[in-house]
T-cell receptor
Framework: GAVVSQHPSWVICKSGTSVKIECRSL??????MFWYRQFPKQSLMLMAT?????????EQGVEKDKFLINHASLTLSTLTVTSAHPEDSSFYIC??????????????FGSGTQLSVL | GNSVTQMEGPVTLSEEAFLTINCTYT??????LFWYVQYPGEGLQLLLK?????DKGSNKGFEATYRKETTSFHLEKGSVQVSDSAVYFC??????????FGTGTSLTVIP
């Protein structure tokens, strides 16, 4: 099946620094990519939806100036956590939507990034 | 609103034991229901799905039945294997094509 590559798998950073997470669709073009976040013992929550070449749409309560999303090509979306703080420590996962089929058949997930902010 | 409630883990079973992971949902309208599995180091993969009431999704020996009367979609497998060790996510898709996930349940199967 289609593969979505997400890097890094885990990252530790100091408070106040910025962290970039990459999400690549390896064998298909993804017009839409989604970014999710999961805090311990909570559900995966959608943060934002990004469409290639346009601004991302953020869910309520997600700060767009803090979580910068760039979807510059049909195979790459990046999430940058700017001025990270310990409360941003979480598991971040991306998904990429290909063409054709139903919503579940064309949606593929990365393996996730565990971010720890000290 | 839409939400998914999933039994908390972790769950540890011996090989060949029976598995049940409970999942209930709240939704407006008529959602589609899914189970995703995440093996260590990999992305979430679709395990099975059901799109309407009384549908049964099945794959790799796993089954789940869409129960509208109890708003449930429990995952079952009659005889688990070590290779089934993973995190399992229950999810629904609403009319707006947005996914809502549960918290995930970690399963470890020991030989």
């Amino acid at each position: 099946g289609a593969v979505v590559s997400q890097h890094p798998s885990w990252v530790i950073c100091k408070s106040g620094t910025s962290v970039k997470i990459e999400c690549r669709s390896l064998d298909f073009q993804a017009t839409t990519m989604f970014w999710y976040r999961q805090f311990p013992k909570q559900s995966l929550m959608l943060m934002a939806t990004s469409n290639e070449g346009s601004k991302a749409t953020y869910e309520q309560g997600v700060e767009k100036d803090k979580f910068l999303i760039n979807h510059a090509s049909l195979t790459l979306s990046t999430l940058t956590v700017t001025s990270a703080h310990p409360e941003d420590s979480s598991f971040y996962i991306c998904s990429a939507q290909g063409a054709g089929g139903g919503i579940s058949e064309k949606l593929f997930f990365g393996s996730g990034t565990q971010l720890s902010v000290l | 609103g839409n939400s998914v409630t999933q039994m908390e883990g972790p769950v540890t079973l011996s090989e060949e034991a029976f598995l049940t992971i409970n999942c209930t949902y709240t939704a407006t309208g008529y959602p589609s229901l899914f189970w995703y599995v995440q093996y260590p180091g990999e992305g979430l993969q679709l395990l099975l799905k059901a799109t309407k009431a009384d549908d049964k999704g099945s794959n790799k020996g796993f089954e789940a039945t869409y129960r509208k009367e109890t708003t449930s979609f429990h995952l079952e497998k009659g005889s688990v294997q070590v290779s089934d060790s993973a995190v399992y996510f229950c999810a629904l898709v609403s009319a707006g094509n947005q996914f809502y996930f549960g918290t995930g349940t970690s399963l470890t199967v020991i030989p």
